[in-house]
């Protein structure tokens, strides 16, 4: 309809006008009219594009081989130059983009891409905008969505987090085994200063294996001295606690 002087232009839209071959105006959404066969249309959509980056094998810097696929999201913000200044801006914007990214990841060591994803992703989008501002487009985001890892370096991936894993079990258990020994070196000490406390732990013991299954308990010698010697602990303090207690007799004057 624009041959016939009349156009609509979507919200989404801004329509650029070419004047016997030159840019007149640019329209703004809404009904437009144009003198029929001297103007002529083309539309424009500002709304964000979303465009795969197909997977590439790249070389990283420490010589492994992964594949990468990417996403970018662009828009058109300047209408008559991203007629004018190029021919396809997708096209382009695709094109730039693979080798962008095959650039900076090839830059990069493989520690580096697995672990800094997003530094990535933002030195790529800096690079692709620089490049699309003359193309009158803005780049809005460019994110890594695909690392493929070879298979041996994913089982020497594998093996190396194993490892870590084991170590830092290995260290917990000597923590672990430290702190025991410090608590047992504390309880040491006290039955050195309290021997009866020892006997006192042997019987708790026993009372604990009796509770738990029904069997028969063989008592050492060194266990029947342990027994001799609370039997003698307890007479002795059983007779002090005796002679506490006797009454004591006033004597009769002569």
């Known amino acids: 309809m624009s041959s016939l002087g009349v156009a609509i232009v979507r919200q ?10 030159r840019i ?21 959509s500002l709304r964000t594009v979303t465009m795969p980056i197909p997977s590439q ?12 696929a990417a996403v970018a999201y662009f828009r058109r913000v300047d209408p008559v130059r991203s007629i004018v200044a ?31 994803t997003e ?4 030195a790529i989008k800096t690079i692709l905008d620089r490049t699309s501002e003359t193309w009158g487009v803005l780049v809005e985001m460019v994110e890594l969505k ?23 079990g290995k260290i917990i258990a000597a923590e672990g085994e430290a702190l025991s020994a410090d608590k047992l070196a504390e309880a040491a000490d006290v039955m ?35 027994f001799t010697a609370l039997n003698s602990f307890v007479g002795r303090e059983s007779g002090a606690a005796a002679d506490r207690a006797e009454p004591v007799l006033p004597r009769m004057a002569r």
């Open 12 to 21: 989404y839209e801004r329509g650029v006008v070419f004047r016997l071959g």
């Open 24 to 44: 007149r105006v640019v329209r703004e959404p809404g009904l437009r009219f144009m003198i029929p066969i001297v103007d002529r249309m083309r539309k424009v």
């Open 57 to 68: 094998q790249i070389i990283t810097r420490d010589n492994v081989s992964i594949g990468v």
């Open 86 to 116: 190029i021919e396809n801006v997708e096209s382009a914007i695709n094109q730039i983009a693979q080798t962008t990214v095959r650039n900076v990841v090839g830059r990069s060591t493989l520690d580096r891409v697995l672990s800094e």
């Open 119 to 122: 530094t990535l992703n933002e």
């Open 146 to 168: 695909d690392i493929e890892l070879p298979q041996s370096m994913q089982r020497a991936m594998a093996r190396e987090a194993e490892a870590e894993r084991e170590k830092r």
């Open 192 to 226: 050195a200063r309290h021997p009866i406390a020892l006997q006192l732990r042997n019987l708790q013991v026993l009372s604990e294996i009796a509770i738990e299954r029904n069997s028969t308990i063989i008592f050492p010698a060194q266990l029947m001295d342990s």
